[in-house]
C-alpha cells in the first residue's frame, strides 16, 4: 500500500473513531479502527515506509489525547513487525485469519499502550475488560474493514509469491 | 530456481529492513514516551496541529448527527400515514423537523441560561464552550472543547459545568482545547469534604468515578458528604462541586481509607462547559509565571 493512501485511510479512520466515541458509544465496544488499517497495511505488503507510517498514525492517535507521546506509535510498530513476520505463513483472503488477526493485534495493542501509559492499569479488572471488548469488536469489524484497505492486488501477489515459495520448497 | 532463490533472499532481505526499522522505531517511541510524561507540553504543543485537523471534521459529524435524527424522527412520526397523504406527509415532516431542531436549540438555550445563572451566581467568570469530540483511543477520559487561546482559554483552566467540575484544559490551539476528564486514571485534584474539611485528592477511577486519596481512617466522612475544590491546587477554583461521597471502606491495610466518589457532573456527556481560571503562564503565584 502507497505511503498516501495507508495515511489517509488511517487519518479518516482517527475521525470515525473520534466520532464514536463521541457518540457515546461505551469505551468497551468501541473498535480499533486504526490499527485496522495498520493491520490492512501490514497485509498488503510489509515495507519500510510502511513501518514508518504505522509509528506516525501511531503518534497521531497519541498527540489527539494531548498527554503522552510514543505508547500508540510503539504499539502500532510492534502490531506492524509481527505481522511482517508472519503474513507470509498466513491465507490473508480468508476474513476469518483477517478476524484472528486482528483479535491478537488488537489484544497486543491494548497491553502494550497499557503498560506504557498512566491512563491505565492492567491489575483492573476494568482495564483487562477493555482491552479484550475493544479487540472482540475489532476482530469482528476485521473482514470488512481490512478488505478495503488493503489492496486487493498486492494481496494476490503477496498469495502467489507465498505459493510459489512453497512449491519451489516442495 | 535461481530466480525463485533470489527472489526469496530479496525477500528475507526486506523483512530484515522492515524488522530493523520497527526495533529502531520502537526504541524512540520508549524515549518518546520517557520523554513526554517529564516534559507534557511536548503532547500539547503536537495536538494542537492534530486537534486543528480534526475538529472541522468533529464538528461536520455532529451537525451530520443532529441532522440524521431530526429526519430518523420525520420518518417515526409519519410511518402511519397513508400514501394518498403525501404532501401533507411532507409537510408535517418538515414541521417535525423544524420542532425537532427548534426544541434542540431551546435545550441548549436552557443550559446555556443555566451555566450564564451559575457564572454570576459562584462568582466565576469564564469562557463558554462546546465539547465537540471525545479521546479516538478510549482510553485517555478526555474531551475536546471549540474554544481556544484566541477565546481566551489557555493550559491548566478548569472546565465546569453547573452540575460540577468536568476537568482541565491540558492543550489549547487557537480554536479549540483538549480537557483532561477528572475520571482520567491520571488526573488528581485537591479536593475537601464540604462538611467536616477533610482534605485528600480526587484521583480518577475510570468509569467508576472518582476515588478520595490520602483520607486517615479516623476522619469523619460518611455517605453522600459533598466533595468540593480546595482551591490549592492553584487550578480550580474553591468551593465548586465535584461529587459525593458514594462508597467508604477503613477494612483494608494501610493507614488510609478508600473513599470513592461519585461525580456529580456527566464528565462524560457533557455538552455545553465553561472555562474558568487564570491561565498557568498568566498565574504569577507559579514559578515562571506571568512571563511568557
Known sequence: MSTPRFLIFGFVALVLQGALSQLG???????????LVVIGAAFSGSTVPGVISAF?????LDLSSAVLVGPWAGAFVTVYAGLALVSQRLFLESGLVAAFVALVAAIVAGTFFA??????????????????????????????????????GQRRMATSVRNSSSLSAA | MARVLLGITDRFSARGQVIGTAI?????SFLLTAYSSRHPEVAQVGSVVVGEAVAPFGSALEAAKDGTSAAWSR???????????????????????DLASMSEIGRENARLRELLRFSSEAGVAGVAASVVGSDPSGWVRGALINRGTSSGVDIGMAVVTPQGVIGQVVAASPDTARVLLITDHSSGVDAIVQSSRVRGVLQGAGASGCELRFVTKDA???????????????????GLVLG?????????????????????ADVQRAEEVL??????????SIPGGASR
Open chain 2, 24 to 28: 529502531a522505531l520502537l526504541c524512540v
Open chain 2, 275 to 284: 472555562v474558568v481560571g487564570v491561565p498557568k503562564h498568566l498565574d504569577p
Open chain 1, 115 to 152: 503498560l506504557l501509559s498512566p491512563h491505565s492499569d492492567l491489575a483492573a479488572l476494568e482495564h483487562v475488560v477493555q482491552i479484550f471488548g475493544q479487540a472482540a469488536v475489532t476482530a469482528a469489524l476485521a473482514p470488512w474493514l481490512v478488505a478495503v484497505v488493503a489492496k486487493p
Open chain 2, 75 to 97: 420518518y417515526v412520526h409519519l410511518s402511519g400515514v397513508s400514501i394518498e397523504n403525501d404532501q401533507l406527509k411532507q409537510r408535517l415532516a418538515r414541521a417535525e423537523g
Open chain 1, 56 to 60: 506516525l498514525l501511531g503518534i497521531v
Open chain 2, 244 to 264: 459525593t461521597v458514594a462508597a467508604l471502606s477503613s477494612s483494608g491495610p494501610g493507614l488510609f481509607q478508600a473513599v470513592s466518589v461519585k461525580p456529580s
Open chain 2, 220 to 238: 469523619a466522612i460518611k455517605l453522600g458528604d459533598l466533595v468540593v475544590t480546595s482551591g490549592l491546587d492553584r487550578v480550580y477554583p474553591k
Open chain 1, 25 to 35: 458509544l461505551p469505551v468497551v465496544v468501541l473498535p480499533q479502527l486504526m490499527l
